[in-house]
């Protein structure tokens, strides 16, 4: 029987991304502070814990998983949004991503996000994610 990879998923919404995984996949682990999608996490995913709020997560509490997946608040990243880049208050949350990314180490990792992200700051945001995943291998 072939091995399931562990997915931990960060700014999960009402886990669209999950929900399309394969069976090969098994999420281990939520992170997502909205009541409304919460409870349809619970509803569809109802053994898998939801560890709240991203920026107070340990991220040695988290169970073990071989892949995290998210898609940080782009809503200072979009071209409908503030355009405040990674400095705004909501995208900024993409550091926290980063943080258990660099803590936890996974095999494989997803990060989403708009189109926005590769024009904020006149492109600057982009090449600054792109440095930060590349330096960690």
Not at 9 to 26: I, N, P, R, T, W
Not at 44 to 58: A, E, L, M, T, W
Not at 110 to 124: D, M, P, R
Request: proline content about 4%; glycine content about 10%; hydrophobic content about 35%.
């Amino acid at each position: 029987m072939k091995k399931k990879i562990k997915v931990m998923s960060l700014f999960s919404g009402v886990a669209g991304l999950e929900q399309g995984l394969s069976k090969d996949f098994e999420v281990v682990g939520f992170s997502e502070i909205s009541r409304s999608a919460s409870k349809i996490l619970k509803k569809h995913f109802p053994s898998v814990p939801n560890f709240g709020d991203i920026k107070k997560i340990q991220s040695g509490d988290l169970p073990s998983f071989d892949m995290l997946i998210g898609g940080s608040p782009c809503q200072n990243l979009s071209t409908a949004g503030t355009r405040t880049g990674l400095k705004g208050k909501k995208s900024s949350l993409f550091y926290d991503y980063l943080r258990i990314l660099k803590e936890r180490k996974p095999d494989h990792f997803i990060w989403e996000n708009v189109k926005g992200t590769l024009s904020s700051n006149k492109g600057k945001d982009f090449l600054k994610v792109l440095k930060l995943f590349t330096d960690q291998g």
